[in-house]
Each structure stands twice: as C-alpha cells, then as structure tokens.
C-alpha cells in the first residue's frame, strides 16, 4: 500500500511517454485510483479542490498574458524590432546573432509566450542569417535559446504556474528571476562575440554599404519608433508589478490592452486579427487549465495515500540533505524534460517535491527560479523540444534537423552552467529584491 502513490507517479509518467492525453492520463488514472481507494467521497473533495483552483486569482495572468504575446507577434512590432536591431549591431561581428538574442529577451520581458517568439524570429531571422553566411547550427541554436528566454524573464507564464503550484508570491518570483534573466542573456550575448572572435566564417558582419543605406532612410527615427513601443508596454506590465501599483493579474489585463493599442498604433488591428489571437488564447489556455485539473485530481490522490510522507521518509533514510535533495530533483527535471511539456513537469512533478523542499526549510523564490531555468531546457532538448518544433516548422528546406539538434547544444550546456550557478550562489537570485 505505501509503494501505491509511486506506483500511480509511474503509470502515468509511462502512459504520457506512450503519446496518452496529459490531462485526460493525469486525471483519469487518479480519479480510477481515488474511486478505489476513497470510495465516492473522492468525488466531493475532488471538486472542492478544482473549484478552489478555479477561484485563483492569479492564474487569470496566464490567458492574459497569452493573449498579449499573440497580439504581439500578429501586429508585426516584433518584426519591425529585429530589422532595426540588426542594422544597429550590424557592423559588430555576430551583430545580427545578437540582434536575435536582445529581441528574444524583449519579446520575453513583453509577452513570455515562446512558441510566439521562437516562430517570429524564426521566420523573420533565420532566412536572412543563412543569407548573410551564418552557420545553421549557429543560426538555429541561436534563435531556439533566445525564444526560451521568455521562460525565465518576467512576464513569464511558467513563473505564474510555479508560483501557484509553490504557493508563493508570483510578484516575488518576477522580481528574484530578473538578475538570472538578464545574466543568461549576457551568457549568450558572451557566447556569440567569442563565436566572432575564434570562428570568424560562421558569425560575418553585415555589409557596410547594407547599413548605410538604412541609416540614410533615417536610422535614429525608426530606432526610436521600434524600441518606443515594446519598452513602453515592458515598463508598464512589469513597472506596475514591482512598484506595487498592480498585482501581476492586474498588470497583465494591462498588458494584453495595452498589446490592442500597440496594434491599433501600428494600423494592423482588425476584426480577422482579432478573432485568429482569441483563438489561439483559448486553445492554449484550455490545454493549461484541462492538465491544471488533472494535476489537481493527481496531487489529491498521492497526498491522500501519503506519497509526499513517504518521500520525505526516503530521503531521511537515504540521509539525504537539502542539497542533495535539490540535485536529485533538477536532474529529474532535466532529464524529464527530453521527454514531456514544461507545464506537465509543473504539475506532475513539483507538486510531489514542494512539500519536501518545505519541510528541509528551503526557500521556495529560490527553488521556484532554479526550476524556471532548469525547464528552459526542456523547449531545447531532442527529441520533444518545443522550440525545435516550432523552428524547423518555419525554417527553410535547407535547414535539417541535424542543425537543430547540433546547434543548440552549447546554448543547452550554458544554461545548465548557469543554473549550477545559481545553485551555488542563491545570492543571485535575491540581488534586486
């Protein structure tokens, strides 16, 4: 009876590898071994505990800021973003690499929606990076890491998640991720200028007379229109947030009418937009919210059958510490994330080990941002990494599959470098706060 809630853990991460539903294999198997174990009572504190989800407030954030980064990548500021930065660090060696790298970061600090990012980018960089003479491995590698900033840089829908899951402030968990946010983009940004330096032929410079010519059609203007905007609707979702004027639910509803004017301004809102972005919010935000009441019904059952004591009982057996335990779970996660979506790692696996971190008295901002980092590379790695989906959807004919996996693997090994970072100094993670 106590190897049930393991038992349960390990039908369902087997079902999920096997191409089963998360959501309908989260809930399904957990409410068949509920209805087992606790008769139909399970019935009534299942749906106190799905009602009592459903009355988050804070998880409103998430269809909200889905909604601002489609509205977002439709209305074309993204686009106009990038042309203007890579004329900017045109002349710099890898300039349009790190053109890419800083308007992934932007995009994530506006929306925090990858697939958007990852598809923007792709479409708009990759054909003009193998034009210019760059490396697929690179250009591919580079555009993929940059898509997932939006994972760790607040607004981040995978900070709203864990902050629920966790039960922690989402608020704190935006302002502990921006030094790492940040520090991983000056990671990349290092990265690409060595690439200049050591692999000259794989990272050229754009054309002199390319640059002039866009700086002739009056290069100051337009950098100050594409930056205008994005920085303005940056400095009020999560201006307001860390200033304490709004919640981050608050700030998102914000957000998302603050994307509908951007579009207005650009003149490419209309009826057809509109309906295509609330489209694509609510089959997202359905996918979300169906895994989060899995996940509920799930978490229900392997508490009630004491799962979370008999782990906690394990570790004191095993006289696991805290950082011990800490590594045990980041290479789970790691490894997890070859397999199965960030958002089911979120609510299969961290709710089983949160109430362990909390009886080892470890601070769960910390967790929660070591997490945030760790399921970044689950968007990179083979082979269910979304962002490689996302990018050879878009990339052209020439670009294999093989430059995908080939490229991203010194972004994957620098994120990883980074979160043993920030596990060996926590001070990071709380520099703003």
């Given at each position: 009876?106590?190897?049930?809630?393991?038992?349960?853990?390990?039908?369902?991460?087997?079902?999920?590898?096997?191409?089963?539903?998360?959501?309908?294999?989260?809930?399904?198997?957990?409410?068949i071994?509920?209805?087992?174990?606790?008769?139909?009572?399970?019935?009534?504190?299942?749906?106190?505990?799905?009602?009592?989800?459903?009355?988050?407030?804070?998880?409103?954030?998430?269809?909200?800021?889905?909604?601002?980064?489609?509205?977002?990548?439709?209305?074309?500021?993204?686009?106009?973003?990038?042309?203007?930065?890579?004329?900017?660090?045109?002349?710099?060696?890898?300039?349009?690499?790190?053109?890419?790298?800083?308007?992934?970061?932007?995009?994530?600090a506006?929306?925090?929606i990858?697939?958007?990012?990852?598809?923007?980018?792709g479409?708009?960089?990759?054909?003009?990076?193998?034009?210019?003479?760059?490396?697929?491995?690179?250009?591919?590698?580079?555009?993929?890491?940059?898509?997932?900033?939006?994972?760790?840089?607040?607004?981040?829908?995978?900070l709203?998640?864990?902050?629920s899951?966790?039960?922690?402030?989402?608020?704190d968990?935006?302002?502990?991720?921006?030094?790492?946010?940040?520090?991983?983009?000056?990671?990349?940004?290092?990265?690409?200028?060595?690439?200049?330096?050591?692999?000259?032929?794989?990272?050229?410079?754009?054309?002199?007379?390319?640059?002039?010519?866009?700086?002739?059609?009056?290069?100051?203007?337009?950098?100050?229109?594409?930056?205008?905007?994005?920085?303005?609707?940056?400095?009020?979702?999560?201006?307001?947030?860390?200033?304490?004027?709004?919640?981050?639910?608050?700030?998102?509803?914000?957000?998302?009418?603050?994307?509908?004017?951007?579009?207005?301004?650009?003149?490419?809102?209309?009826?057809?937009?509109?309906?295509?972005?609330?489209?694509?919010?609510?089959?997202l935000?359905?996918?979300?919210?169906?895994?989060?009441?899995?996940?509920?019904?799930?978490?229900?059952?392997?508490?009630?059958?004491?799962?979370?004591?008999?782990?906690?009982?394990?570790?004191?057996?095993?006289?696991?510490?805290?950082?011990?335990?800490?590594?045990?779970?980041?290479?789970?996660?790691?490894?997890?994330?070859?397999?199965?979506?960030?958002?089911?790692?979120?609510?299969?696996?961290?709710?089983?080990?949160?109430?362990?971190?909390?009886?080892?008295?470890?601070?769960?901002?910390?967790?929660?941002?070591?997490?945030?980092?760790?399921?970044?590379?689950?968007?990179?790695?083979?082979?269910?990494?979304?962002?490689?989906?996302?990018?050879?959807?878009?990339?052209?004919?020439?670009?294999?599959?093989?430059?995908?996996?080939?490229?991203?693997?010194?972004?994957?090994?620098?994120?990883?470098?980074?979160?043993?970072?920030?596990?060996?100094?926590?001070?990071?993670?709380?520099?703003?706060?």
């Amino acid at each position: 009876m106590e190897y049930l809630p393991l038992i349960l853990f390990g039908v369902i991460f087997l079902a999920i590898l096997f191409g089963y539903p998360v959501a309908f294999t989260l809930g399904g198997l957990s409410v068949i071994v509920g209805l087992i174990v606790f008769d139909s009572d399970f019935f009534y504190l299942l749906s106190l505990r799905i009602f009592g989800t459903m009355q988050n407030f804070v998880l409103l954030a998430v269809p909200l800021f889905i909604f601002m980064g489609m509205m977002l990548e439709k209305s074309g500021i993204a686009e106009r973003l990038l042309h203007t930065m890579s004329m900017l660090f045109g002349n710099i060696r890898g300039g349009l690499a790190i053109a890419v790298v800083v308007v992934g970061a932007m995009l994530a600090a506006s929306t925090g929606i990858v697939g958007a990012t990852v598809v923007t980018m792709g479409l708009i960089s990759l054909p003009t990076m193998l034009k210019k003479g760059y490396s697929p491995k690179l250009s591919t590698g580079v555009i993929a890491s940059s898509g997932t900033l939006g994972q760790i840089i607040p607004p981040s829908v995978v900070l709203v998640l864990l902050g629920s899951v966790l039960n922690v402030s989402v608020g704190d968990l935006f302002l502990a991720a921006v030094v790492p946010g940040v520090g991983l983009v000056v990671v990349y940004l290092l990265y690409i200028l060595a690439m200049g330096q050591l692999k000259p032929a794989l990272v050229p410079a754009v054309p002199r007379e390319e640059i002039q010519a866009f700086r002739d059609a009056g290069f100051s203007k337009e950098v100050f229109k594409s930056f205008l905007f994005p920085f303005l609707l940056i400095v009020i979702v999560l201006g307001s947030i860390f200033a304490g004027i709004a919640s981050p639910t608050e700030a998102a509803g914000v957000g998302a009418f603050g994307a509908m004017i951007l579009a207005v301004v650009s003149k490419k809102f209309n009826l057809s937009m509109l309906k295509e972005v609330m489209k694509e919010t609510t089959m997202l935000t359905s996918m979300v919210f169906m895994i989060l009441v899995g996940a509920t019904a799930f978490s229900l059952v392997f508490r009630g059958l004491e799962g979370d004591k008999f782990l906690l009982a394990l570790i004191e057996s095993a006289n696991l510490d805290a950082t011990s335990f800490l590594i045990v779970v980041m290479i789970i996660v790691f490894i997890s994330g070859f397999f199965i979506d960030f958002i089911e790692i979120v609510f299969i696996i961290v709710p089983v080990v949160a109430p362990i971190f909390v009886a080892l008295e470890v601070d769960l901002i910390w967790i929660g941002i070591l997490l945030a980092v760790n399921l970044q590379t689950s968007f990179l790695t083979p082979p269910f990494g979304f962002a490689l989906f996302y990018l050879k959807g878009v990339a052209p004919p020439e670009v294999k599959t093989s430059h995908l996996y080939r490229g991203i693997i010194p972004f994957v090994i620098i994120q990883l470098l980074f979160l043993i970072l920030l596990i060996v100094f926590p001070g990071l993670v709380k520099l703003v706060g």
